[in-house]
């Protein structure tokens, strides 16, 4: 089934995507990988809040080419969520629930999501241009001096995903 | 970059031209491929189609078609022949893929310490590159634009002397089952068999640019049904190339290269005199 997902998201507009569902996700959305989700672990473990709201939010797991004139943002597709995983269960219980990357992710994962009823979304892998033409706008709201692997905050608009595992856990295919 | 390693401003040219032109544009076989390739339906068909959407929007827009728009691989075949000196094609390498960064709005995808600090070294170098001589005397330059999704799967297994053919097969498809819907499935592979350790790996890039398709691999990894996306059918590869080099008696070194999808890569010959 084909479902809409509007970011900050509602609760039952989240807990009505079901796994295997299209989604079409809109609003913002933001970005994170490998090293931000490091300093995002390390921040909360020190007792710090995030730099953006956990609540309604969802994080995608990119790191964008440059932007040439003219483009809010270059390439901008899913990378590897399997690196992700050592992090995600500690930041889904601090309310980080929703999830977009691509790829499979670990039984911790899935369980994080059941018990705190979160999401986990695949996007299409390789298929930057295809994103960067759903992406409005793009800044650095953290770390900027991960470069290429900054925080952003993106507003999008139609981007087109599949619902892997959805908010009571269970999983499509995988 | 030394002084006094004079290259042609034409010749760096050519390399970032061809580097900018294989981030956006697939080579045309294995374009064919991909816009052959039968899905078995369901997501199998709306990866397949998502992959068909972007190509179209690369093309149109210019922007690279993966964000990870890789690391330079280079073997440079260098002409026992040739006129040109081993520190020009080296130089030639690096100039070529750093103005290829620079013009072709490459992401700065390098990191000088992989373990400490990972500071990106800001120019998406230094390549990744290998010089090999072989006949005749001509310089010919085949990259790869090297995602990193799917390097995390590539692999080297020790088998035994006596595993044989079934062997081989068996450790690509194990490999493969691992690496599961991570590396952007349909993918491309290399296989590199022999050598040692690292000459098996070398090989197994290599394979890109001159091995032997092999049908009983890419049917036996079709066979896991990890499908486009990892999303399950078909199919999982595309292509599966092999080749093998001499080994010692006590081993048989089997490595798989996984490119994803987006097999990016060019080759740039220069004759006598063009360096």
Same mark, same amino acid.
């Given at each position: 089934?084909?479902?809409?997902?509007?970011?900050?998201?509602?609760?039952? %507009?989240?807990?009505?995507? %079901?796994?295997?569902?299209?989604?079409?996700?809109?609003?913002?959305?933001?970005?994170? $990988?490998?090293?931000?989700?490091? $300093?995002?672990? %390390?921040?909360?473990?020190?007792?710090?809040?995030?730099?953006?709201?956990?609540?309604?939010?969802?994080?995608?797991?990119?790191?964008?080419?440059?932007?040439?004139?003219?483009?809010? +943002?270059?390439?901008?597709?899913?990378?590897?969520?399997?690196?992700?995983?050592?992090?995600?269960?500690?930041? +889904?219980?601090?309310?980080? $629930?929703?999830?977009?990357?691509?790829?499979?992710?670990?039984?911790?994962?899935?369980?994080?999501?059941?018990?705190?009823?979160?999401?986990?979304?695949?996007?299409?892998?390789?298929?930057?241009?295809?994103?960067?033409?759903? +992406?409005?706008?793009?800044?650095?709201?953290?770390?900027?001096?991960?470069?290429?692997?900054?925080?952003?905050?993106?507003?999008? %608009?139609?981007?087109?995903?599949?619902?892997?595992?959805?908010?009571?856990?269970?999983?499509?295919?995988? | 970059?030394?002084?006094?390693?004079? &290259?042609?401003?034409?010749?760096?040219?050519?390399?970032?031209?061809?580097? &900018?032109?294989?981030?956006?544009?697939?080579?045309?076989? &294995?374009? #064919?491929?991909?816009?052959?390739?039968?899905?078995?339906?369901?997501?199998?068909?709306?990866?397949?189609?998502?992959?068909?959407?972007?190509? !179209?929007?690369?093309?149109?827009?210019?922007?690279?078609?993966?964000?990870?728009?890789?690391?330079?691989?280079?073997?440079? @075949? &260098?002409?026992?022949?040739?006129?040109?000196?081993?520190?020009?094609?080296?130089?030639?390498?690096?100039?070529?893929?750093? #103005?290829?960064?620079?013009?072709?709005?490459?992401?700065?995808?390098?990191?000088?310490?992989?373990?400490?600090?990972?500071?990106?070294?800001?120019?998406?170098?230094? /390549?990744?590159?290998?010089?090999? /001589?072989?006949? *005749?005397?001509?310089?010919?330059?085949?990259?790869?634009?090297?995602?990193? !999704?799917?390097?995390?799967?590539?692999?080297?297994?020790?088998?035994?002397?006596?595993?044989?053919?079934? *062997?081989?097969?068996?450790?690509?498809?194990?490999?493969?089952?691992?690496?599961?819907? #991570?590396?952007? /499935?349909?993918?491309?592979?290399?296989?590199?068999?022999?050598?040692?350790?690292? =000459?098996?790996?070398?090989?197994?890039?290599?394979?890109?640019?001159?091995?032997?398709?092999?049908? =009983?691999?890419?049917?036996?990894?079709?066979?896991?049904?990890?499908?486009?996306?990892?999303? *399950?059918?078909?199919?999982?590869?595309?292509?599966?190339?092999?080749?093998?080099?001499?080994?010692?008696?006590?081993?048989?070194?089997?490595?798989?290269?996984?490119?994803?999808?987006?097999?990016?890569?060019?080759?740039?010959?220069? @004759?006598?005199?063009?360096?």
């Amino acid at each position: 089934m084909r479902r809409a997902l509007h970011l900050p998201y509602a609760e039952e %507009e989240l807990r009505a995507i %079901e796994a295997g569902d299209d989604v079409v996700v809109s609003g913002t959305l933001y970005v994170g $990988r490998d090293q931000v989700h490091r $300093r995002l672990f %390390e921040a909360i473990s020190a007792g710090g809040d995030p730099p953006f709201p956990f609540e309604g939010s969802g994080i995608y797991y990119m790191g964008p080419s440059p932007a040439p004139e003219g483009f809010p +943002i270059g390439s901008a597709g899913p990378t590897t969520s399997a690196r992700m995983d050592s992090f995600s269960p500690f930041l +889904i219980s601090h309310g980080l $629930r929703l999830m977009i990357g691509k790829g499979p992710r670990r039984e911790e994962v899935r369980k994080a999501i059941e018990d705190h009823q979160g999401l986990y979304l695949q996007a299409f892998g390789g298929c930057g241009a295809l994103y960067a033409s759903c +992406i409005k706008r793009s800044e650095v709201i953290a770390y900027p001096d991960l470069g290429p692997e900054a925080l952003l905050k993106l507003e999008v %608009e139609d981007f087109p995903a599949i619902c892997v595992i959805d908010s009571r856990g269970r999983q499509y295919h995988m | 970059m030394e002084q006094g390693r004079a &290259i042609r401003p034409e010749a760096v040219e050519r390399i970032s031209a061809a580097l &900018i032109k294989a981030a956006r544009v697939l080579p045309d076989d &294995i374009e #064919k491929r991909l816009e052959e390739a039968m899905p078995s339906g369901g997501k199998a068909e709306s990866v397949m189609d998502a992959i068909r959407r972007n190509l !179209g929007i690369s093309r149109k827009t210019g922007l690279p078609m993966c964000q990870d728009t890789g690391a330079f691989w280079c073997l440079a @075949e &260098i002409g026992r022949d040739s006129d040109a000196s081993l520190a020009a094609v080296e130089a030639l390498i690096i100039e070529g893929a750093a #103005k290829a960064a620079e013009d072709g709005f490459f992401r700065r995808s390098i990191v000088s310490d992989p373990v400490g600090t990972r500071a990106n070294t800001g120019t998406n170098l230094p /390549p990744f590159a290998y010089y090999e /001589p072989v006949d *005749g005397d001509r310089v010919v330059l085949h990259f790869l634009l090297k995602g990193f !999704g799917s390097e995390n799967c590539s692999s080297v297994r020790m088998l035994n002397p006596t595993a044989g053919e079934d *062997g081989v097969v068996e450790a690509v498809v194990d490999m493969m089952r691992a690496a599961g819907g #991570k590396p952007c /499935p349909p993918v491309f592979l290399g296989v590199g068999v022999g050598g040692t350790m690292d =000459r098996a790996a070398l090989l197994s890039k290599k394979a890109f640019f001159h091995g032997k398709e092999s049908r =009983r691999m890419l049917d036996a990894v079709n066979a896991l049904g990890i499908g486009p996306g990892g999303l *399950g059918g078909y199919p999982t590869a595309l292509g599966v190339d092999v080749l093998s080099a001499p080994t010692h008696i006590a081993g048989l070194p089997v490595a798989l290269t996984v490119n994803c999808w987006a097999e990016r890569k060019a080759t740039i010959v220069f @004759e006598r005199g063009e360096i």
